[in-house]
C-alpha cells in the first residue's frame, strides 16, 4: 500500500523568506502523480501544485516549485517570497494510476508565516 | 471559476441520529469522492463514486454509511446511527476524470454528533 510521510509538523517562516516542505512517499509503481494542497484557517482544501511522475521537469506554480526526486521518492514544496497568506497547513498526497482512484494525505506541515 | 458546493457547511446531530450531507460537484466532472477529517488529524478517503456506483470504499467506509446521485447534479453521504467519533469534516470531491487528474475539494461540512 502506498503511504505519505511529511516528517516536519510544523514550520516557521518570514515574510519574504523562501521554506521547504519536505515530502516521502512509499509505492511500487511507475506511474502516479503527486499533489501539495493548501488547508488554510477556513479549512477549505486548495491545490497548489500537481506533478505527473512520468516527468523529470519540476513543477512550478508562481512562487511555488517543487524538488521532485523520483528515486528517492521524494516531493518537496519551496514557496518563495513567503507571504502571511500563506500560513496553512500543507499536505502532501499522492494519486496512483493503478491501485484505483484513492488521494492518499499525508499528515501535514503547518506553517505559520510572520511579518 | 466552477467550484464544489457542500451543504450544510456545520451541522450538529444528537447520538444515533441520521445526517445527510449534501454535495454539488463540478458539472462536468465524472469522478465523485467523500473524505474526512477529525480534527487535527489528517484527510482520510471515505469512497470514491463513478458512472452511478462506488468504484472504491475504504475500511472506514463501512455499512454505516451510503453515497447516492439522487439527480444529475447532486451527491450525498448518509450517515446512519451517528456516533461521538464521527465528528469530523467531511468533504466532498470532485475530478474530470480518473486516477492523476485534479481532485477539487468543496469547502466542507462540519459533522458534531453530541
Known amino acids: 500500500a502506498q503511504t505519505v510521510t511529511q516528517s516536519q509538523p510544523e514550520m516557521s517562516v518570514q515574510e519574504a523568506e523562501t521554506v521547504t516542505l519536505s515530502c516521502t512517499y512509499d509505492?511500487?509503481?511507475?506511474?502516479?502523480?503527486l499533489f501539495w494542497y493548501k488547508q488554510p484557517p477556513s479549512r477549505q482544501m486548495i491545490l497548489v501544485i500537481r506533478q505527473e511522475a512520468y516527468k523529470q521537469q519540476n513543477a512550478t506554480e508562481n512562487r511555488f516549485s517543487v524538488n521532485f526526486q523520483k528515486a528517492a521518492k521524494s516531493f518537496s514544496l519551496k514557496i518563495s517570497d513567503s507571504q502571511l497568506g500563506d500560513t496553512a497547513m500543507y499536505f502532501c498526497a499522492f494519486h496512483s494510476q493503478q491501485a484505483g482512484t484513492a488521494l492518499i494525505f499525508g499528515k501535514g506541515t503547518t506553517l505559520s508565516v510572520s511579518s | 471559476e466552477p467550484e464544489v458546493t457542500q451543504t450544510p457547511s456545520h451541522q450538529v446531530t444528537q447520538m444515533g441520529q441520521e445526517v445527510i450531507l449534501r454535495c454539488v460537484p463540478i458539472s462536468n466532472h465524472l469522478y465523485f469522492y467523500w473524505y474526512r477529517q477529525i480534527l487535527g488529524q489528517k484527510v482520510e478517503f471515505l469512497v470514491s463514486?463513478?458512472?452511478?456506483?462506488?468504484?472504491?470504499k475504504s475500511e472506514i467506509f463501512d455499512d454505516q454509511f451510503s453515497v447516492e446521485r439522487p439527480d444529475g447534479s447532486n451527491f450525498t453521504l448518509k450517515i446512519r446511527s451517528t456516533k461521538l467519533e464521527d465528528s469530523a469534516m467531511y468533504f466532498c470531491?470532485?475530478?474530470?476524470?480518473?486516477?492523476?487528474?485534479?481532485?477539487?475539494f468543496g469547502e466542507g461540512s462540519w459533522l458534531t454528533v453530541v
Open positions: 470531491a470532485s475530478s474530470e476524470s480518473g486516477p492523476g487528474n485534479t481532485i477539487y
Open positions: 509505492t511500487s509503481e511507475n506511474n502516479y502523480y
Open positions: 463514486f463513478y458512472n452511478n456506483e462506488i468504484s472504491e
